[in-house]
């Protein structure tokens, strides 16, 4: 079963439920996103686990694996989930922790791999699904596709596109590893 971790629109989760994924649970770090909307219009628990209602950022993610683990997740899937991970949730879910990234890992780690791909001059960019690990972006990438950066691209219109493929590869990803 797999969770979802999300912190805006949740389209990613969309494609997730799209495919038809056995989704046990979806959680976010913010209050009233989209992306808990569209958990709910699927019928499927949502939790909102706000660094601040926490003491530390460490009992954050202890709360949150152990609710993970309450719905019976096994494979936690980050799709525009925008909080880092403290050693806590690694104890629970180490290894089995995916996360998409808008750009060639280890080339354009961090926030803002769109922007950065630009400022860069690069004439492609990817759509990348790794593993999590403690890193920023480190843990070995498991599938990436290609998206080539025209000369007239804005931030908006190349994000547009490398979407469409993380929506289509994203899904495709997660379906294998759950087979495994």
Request: charged share 25%; aromatic share 6%.
């Amino acid at each position: 079963m797999i969770g979802v971790l999300v912190s805006g629109e949740g389209t990613n989760l969309q494609a997730l439920i799209d495919a038809g994924l056995p989704i046990a649970a979806v959680a976010s770090n913010n209050q009233g996103v989209r992306a808990l909307e569209r958990a709910e219009a699927a019928e499927i628990p949502a939790a909102v686990f706000d660094a601040g209602d926490y003491a530390t950022r460490e009992e954050r993610d202890v709360a949150l694996a152990e609710w993970l683990q309450s719905q019976g997740v096994e494979l936690v899937v980050c799709a525009g989930y925008m909080h880092l991970f403290r050693k806590p949730f690694f104890d629970y879910y180490g290894g089995r922790i995916v996360n998409t990234h808008s750009a060639p890992l280890p080339d354009f780690p961090g926030a803002h791999p769109i922007e950065d791909v630009l400022a860069a001059g690069v004439d492609e960019t990817a759509a990348t699904i790794h593993y999590v690990d403690e890193g920023i972006d480190t843990g070995p990438v498991i599938a990436a596709e290609r998206v080539p950066v025209r000369a007239d691209d804005t931030v908006e219109t190349l994000r547009k596109r490398v979407q469409a493929v993380e929506h289509r590869l994203l899904p495709k990803v997660v379906r294998e590893l759950c087979a495994r």
